[in-house]
């Protein structure tokens, strides 16, 4: 166990659908990464909060959204969703900056349908 | 701005012999760098990190990685492979500039075969 918890694991939707993962990061950190790994993208950086505030910001779609709460859970919104947003999502998280490496979770795996 | 070049896409090995992963790492200064390991169904676990202390780096599981600067390489070994070392492998470096996020190399799928 990592210590950085995602949910749901597996979540199976259909297109135009919305949903929402949800991450807890470890015990202490204050940053939240949110990471896409598909196929033919391979990983790829969608979005950093720390304590609450975004901090950065990468290939993430207007359909994508996110926040991070008071407690520094983070949750990823994705709307609209095609058949291309099929993929699994990673968070991290982080004590300091990215120079420390990050702590991940197991991921959720979003099947488009 | 940093890049790595991870320099195979798959490498096989037999069960006891050794594994050498290739990175190759494009940077304007000597970066932070690390290798992370993926399992199947399974999340990202950090293997090794280089943060221009030693230039040798010893990780999880037996595996190590040597900073060469001359070379711009950051390969990664184990001396004898394990059937649970068949994973993915990723070769990444965090991307200077105050932006907070990780450059990840295409990774490495390495097969052990007994």
């Known amino acids: 166990d990592s210590g950085v918890t995602q949910t749901p694991k597996h979540l199976i939707t259909a297109t135009g659908q919305r949903v929402t993962l949800r991450c807890s990061p470890r015990?202490?950190?204050?940053?939240v990464y949110w990471y896409q790994q598909s196929l033919d993208q391979g990983l790829q950086f969608l979005i950093q909060y720390y304590n609450g505030e975004e901090r950065a910001k990468g290939n993430i779609l207007e359909r994508f959204s996110a926040q991070q709460f008071p407690d520094l859970h983070s949750e990823l919104n994705l709307s609209s969703l095609e058949l291309g947003d099929s993929a699994l999502y990673f968070c991290?998280?982080?004590?300091?900056?990215?120079?420390?490496?990050?702590?991940f979770g197991s991921g959720t795996r979003l099947t488009v349908v | 701005a940093q890049s790595v070049t991870q320099l195979d896409s798959h490498v096989s090995v037999s069960e006891g012999t050794p594994v050498l992963l290739r990175c190759n790492y494009s940077?304007?200064?000597?970066?932070?760098l690390f290798w992370y390991v993926q399992h199947p169904n399974k999340g990202l676990q950090l293997l090794l990190k280089?943060?221009?202390?030693?230039?040798l780096v010893k990780g999880i599981n037996g595996f190590e990685a040597e900073f060469k600067k001359s070379e711009t390489s950051f390969h990664l070994t184990k001396p004898s492979a394990h059937m649970s070392d068949a994973a993915e492998y990723f070769c990444v470096v965090p991307l200077s500039g105050g932006y907070n996020k990780l450059i990840f190399g295409a990774g490495t799928r390495l097969a052990v075969h007994p």
């Open positions: 280089y943060t221009s202390a030693a230039t």
């Open positions: 940077s304007s200064y000597s970066p932070s």
């Open positions: 015990s202490g950190d204050l940053s």
């Open positions: 991290a998280s982080s004590a300091s900056g990215a120079d420390y490496g990050y702590t």
